[in-house]
């Protein structure tokens, strides 16, 4: 029965993360075994990317991540879960937290508490995780350790929040009738941002799908927005300069669960770079996005949105690389 598998798979996934709190870095590979397929696809951010199998994801990702942070906790602001293409997916975006004790992916140890925006999808299949696509903010990471490699973002700086009404976390089965208009609502709303016509941002019409007192939260060089024109005017205009003929809906996952909607693709925008985008000039050349998007429906509008771009992915298919520029800074010789 889907509601029960959905349930479960929740339940699966919350199990695991739970058990990797605090680091736990003693029965790591027994928690991952008892959760994860031998064979996992795991795709992560640039410049982790893509590891397969369970030795590779924890050699390749968990190891490094908790000898750099071994107080390791993680906060699930929105969890969520559903079906897409007859698959059985599970969700969430929140923040990793712990002490930078050891460098990680040469992003030098500030010995403090750092916080790490993530985002997650976790196909579940056979009761154990075999897919997994992951955005780590690592941009903020650098921010928090006094390296700024972006121009500043336009919207505000920080750690983002979870949902105003404390209500994200959803362990079990939401109203189906409520999950339903949720995913009408955000899919009329990409339909909509489909139909702009390279001129005009009202084309799209979104003023019929947001609050206009939205808040929508993007990764560290774009920022957060507090109202629909805030969001255009530090986001939505200046990305659509840059990216006009921009094609998006590419979705790997995409899933509803009461009030909320969570969607990625990897990538799920295709796009020619034909203006400036923070701080580069057009290169012309044709582009892709990681991309992840949860977004909160209240009252028949979409109220928040917590949104993650690989931009160091992106930033490299501009040409330019963003660690070895970190490097440079802090590692001069």
């Known amino acids: 029965m889907v509601i029960r598998a959905t349930n479960d798979n929740k339940q699966l996934v919350w199990d695991y993360w739970q ?17 994860v397929h031998a064979d996992i696809s795991w795709n992560g951010p640039h410049p982790i990317n893509h590891l397969q199998g369970r030795q590779e994801m924890i050699a390749g990702y968990w190891q490094p991540l908790i000898q750099s942070f071994p107080d390791l906790e993680r906060r699930s602001d929105v969890f969520m879960g559903g079906r897409f293409g007859g698959q059985d997916w599970v969700s969430a975006t929140g923040y990793f937290s712990g002490t930078f004790v050891q460098d990680w992916l040469d992003i030098p140890a500030t010995g403090s508490k750092t916080m790490i925006r993530f985002g997650e999808f976790c196909r579940v299949s056979a009761g154990k995780i075999d897919e997994t696509y ?34 994200g976390v959803l362990l079990t089965h939401q109203d189906e009738l409520e999950t339903e208009k949720s995913l009408a609502l955000v899919e009329a709303m990409i339909a909509g941002m489909l139909r702009y016509d390279q001129v005009h ?15 929508w939260y993007g990764p560290s060089g774009i920022g957060t927005s507090r109202s629909l024109t805030e969001f255009e005017d530090y ?6 300069r840059a990216f006009p003929d921009r094609r998006a809906g590419n979705h790997k996952a995409k899933l509803a669960d009461g009030n909320y909607v969570a969607t990625t693709g990897w990538p799920s925008i295709h796009a020619i ?4 985008y923070l701080g580069v000039a057009a290169t012309n050349k044709q582009i892709t996005m990681r991309v992840m998007d949860w977004w909160k429906r209240e009252d028949g509008l979409l109220v928040e949105n917590w ?13 330019i690389d963003l660690f070895d520029q970190m490097r440079r800074l802090t590692d001069p010789e």
């Open 19 to 35: 058990q990797l709190s605090g680091g736990n870095s003693e029965h790591l590979e027994t928690i991952v075994r008892s959760h």
């Open 134 to 167: 992951l955005i780590l903010d690592v941009l903020d990471v650098m921010r928090q350790a006094g390296i700024r490699l972006l121009p500043p973002s336009r919207g505000a700086e920080g750690q983002v929040p979870g949902p105003a009404a404390e209500d």
């Open 201 to 215: 941002l009202p084309s799209m019409g979104m003023a019929q799908f947001w609050h206009p007192i939205m808040l």
């Open 235 to 240: 986001h939505q205009r200046p990305f659509l």
């Open 273 to 276: 770079h034909a203006g400036e």
């Open 307 to 319: 949104v993650l771009i690989d931009l160091v992915d992106l930033f490299m298919q501009f040409g």
